[in-house]
T-cell receptor, first 110, second 113 residues
Framework: SQLAEENSWALSVHEGESVTVNCSYKTSITALQWYRQKSGKGPAQLIL?????REKRNGRLRATLDTSSQSSSLSITATRCEDTAVYFC??????????FGAGTRLKVIA | EAAVTQSPRSKVAVTGGKVTLSCHQTNNHDYMYWYRQDTGHGLRLIHY???????EKGDIPDGYKASRPSQENFSLILELASLSQTAVYFCASRPGLGEDTQYFGPGTRLLVL
């Protein structure tokens, strides 16, 4: 079983709408990262949130972390077509051996 | 912006052949990683290194070797390629302790026939 996983396989929204991607994990962590991977490219980190933080923002992106329920969310407001990508969460159990979820495929429709 | 490059970008190999994937980073990062990504799945850690001339096993090391001859270069070696090793391979680097951002290369698409 996966130690980190996003809770939706795929989502689609219309441009301008907001969307939330959720992630759950099964081990104790020191940090959780959200990545975006566009087609044919390597993943790019969006937000890193440490275990003692509850929320982190980066422009239109907002990540939350709930260590009691072992879950995280990534919200994107005012979505754009260029936000179309696969979004991954990755957890760090403290040994820098990151565990990635399978990803949520987001499509933003014009 | 950290720069990580990979070569080749794509490769077709025969079953039982030897394959070497190369990764180069220009930012003097301590940590380097090799991941594989299978269609529809997340990344899985194969090998990593935190210093030149030393490598560590990740979560799925079987069938793979790694080599880090210098700070900048990290190779992944498939001594006897198998069909199950068809995947996209990503290299990443990370500055060091306390710096958690990984910078990924563009990937190498490997097809084993």
């Amino acid at each position: 079983s996966q130690l980190a996983e996003e809770n939706s396989w795929a989502l689609s929204v219309h441009e301008g709408e907001s969307v939330t991607v959720n992630c759950s994990y099964k081990t104790s962590i020191t940090a959780l990262q959200w990545y975006r991977q566009k087609s044919g490219k390597g993943p790019a980190q969006l937000i890193l949130i440490r275990s003692n933080e509850r929320e982190k923002r980066n422009g239109r992106l907002r990540a939350t972390l709930d260590t009691s329920s072992q879950s995280s969310s990534l919200s994107i407001t005012a979505t754009r077509c260029e936000d179309t990508a696969v979004y991954f969460c990755a957890t760090d159990p403290g040994n820098y051996k990151y565990v990635f979820g399978a990803g949520t495929r987001l499509k933003v429709i014009a | 912006e950290a720069a990580v490059t990979q070569s080749p970008r794509s490769k077709v190999a025969v079953t039982g052949g030897k394959v070497t994937l190369s990764c180069h980073q220009t930012n003097n990062h301590d940590y380097m990683y090799w991941y594989r990504q299978d269609t529809g799945h997340g990344l899985r850690l194969i090998h990593y290194s935190y210093v030149a001339d030393s490598t560590e096993k990740g979560d799925i090391p079987d069938g793979y070797k790694a080599s880090r001859p210098s700070q900048e270069n990290f190779s992944l070696i498939l001594e006897l390629a198998s069909l199950s090793q068809t995947a996209v391979y990503f290299c990443a680097s990370r500055p060091g302790l306390g710096e958690d951002t990984q910078y990924f290369g563009p990937g190498t698409r490997l097809l084993v026939l």
